[in-house]
C-alpha cells in the first residue's frame, strides 16, 4: 500500500532563516507530488506540483521553491523566511485515478 | 477562476442525525470532485472521488452527489457519529486536469453524544 511521509511535524523558525521541508512517498512510482498551505482562516492554496524529477511548476509566486531530486521525494524550500509564510505545510500525491492523498503535515510557525 | 463555496461553515448536531454537506462551484468545467475530512492539526483523509461523467459515488455511511450543470455536490452522512466530527472539504481541478484543485473552506461538522 501507498504511505506519505512528511517531516518535521512542526517547525519554529525565526524570520529571515532558511526552510527545508521535505515529503516522500512509498509503494508507488512517478507519482505527481503537490506542496499545499493552510493558513489560519484561510483554505487550501496550492503552492507547487511536479509531474517528475526536475519537473516543477509554481502556481502561486513567493519566496518559497520546491525540488524534486528523485522520483519519490518533494521537498519545499526558502532562503529567508517571512512571518506571512507561517502555516500548516501539506504534500500530497497522485496517480492514474487522478484521487489525491494527502501526508500529516508540518506546522511551520515564523518568529 | 474557478470558486468553491461550502455552506453551513458550521453545523452542529446531535448523534444519529442523517445530515447533509454542500459545496457549490462557478465553473461547471471541472474534471471530477472529491470530498475530504480534515481533523484538527492533521491531515485531509480522502473521503470520496466523483468523476465528473458520475452522479454519485457511496462510502459506507456517506453518498457524494454531484450535478454539474448546476455546479453544485452533496455529501450525506447516514446515522452520524461523534467520530464523524471534522472539517470536510470539497475540492475540483479544472477540466482537462486533475491537477489544481480548488478547496472550499470547509464545513466544521460537530456530532453530540
Known amino acids: 500500500s501507498q504511505t506519505i511521509h512528511q517531516w518535521p511535524a512542526t517547525l519554529v523558525q525565526p524570520v529571515g532563516s532558511p526552510l527545508s521541508l521535505e515529503c516522500t512517498v512509498e509503494?508507488?512510482?512517478?507519482?505527481?507530488l503537490y506542496w499545499y498551505r493552510q493558513a489560519a482562516g484561510r483554505g487550501l492554496q496550492l503552492l507547487f506540483y511536479?509531474?517528475?524529477?526536475?519537473?516543477i511548476s509554481s502556481e502561486v509566486p513567493q519566496n518559497l521553491s520546491a525540488s524534486r531530486p528523485q522520483d519519490r521525494q518533494f521537498i519545499l524550500s526558502s532562503k529567508k523566511l517571512l512571518l506571512s509564510d507561517s502555516g500548516f505545510y501539506l504534500c500530497?500525491?497522485?496517480?492514474?485515478?487522478?484521487?489525491?492523498?494527502f501526508g500529516p503535515g508540518t506546522r511551520l510557525t515564523v518568529t | 477562476k474557478q470558486e468553491v463555496t461550502q455552506i453551513p461553515a458550521a453545523l452542529s448536531v446531535p448523534e444519529g442525525e442523517n445530515l447533509v454537506l454542500n459545496c457549490s462551484f462557478t465553473?461547471?468545467?471541472?474534471?471530477?470532485l472529491q470530498w475530504f475530512r480534515q481533523d484538527p492539526g492533521k491531515g485531509l483523509t480522502s473521503l470520496l472521488l466523483i468523476q465528473s461523467s458520475q452522479r454519485e459515488q457511496t462510502s459506507g455511511r456517506l453518498n457524494a452527489s454531484l450535478d454539474k450543470s448546476s455546479g453544485r455536490s452533496t455529501l450525506y452522512i447516514a446515522a452520524s457519529q461523534p467520530g464523524d466530527s471534522a472539517t470536510y472539504l470539497c475540492a475540483v481541478p479544472p477540466s482537462g486536469s486533475a491537477r489544481q484543485l480548488t478547496f472550499g473552506s470547509g464545513t466544521q461538522l460537530t456530532v453530540l453524544p
Open positions: 500530497a500525491w497522485s496517480s492514474g485515478s487522478d484521487e489525491q492523498y
Open positions: 509503494g508507488t512510482s512517478n507519482p505527481n
Open positions: 511536479s509531474v517528475g524529477i526536475g519537473q
Open positions: 465553473d461547471s468545467a471541472i474534471y471530477n
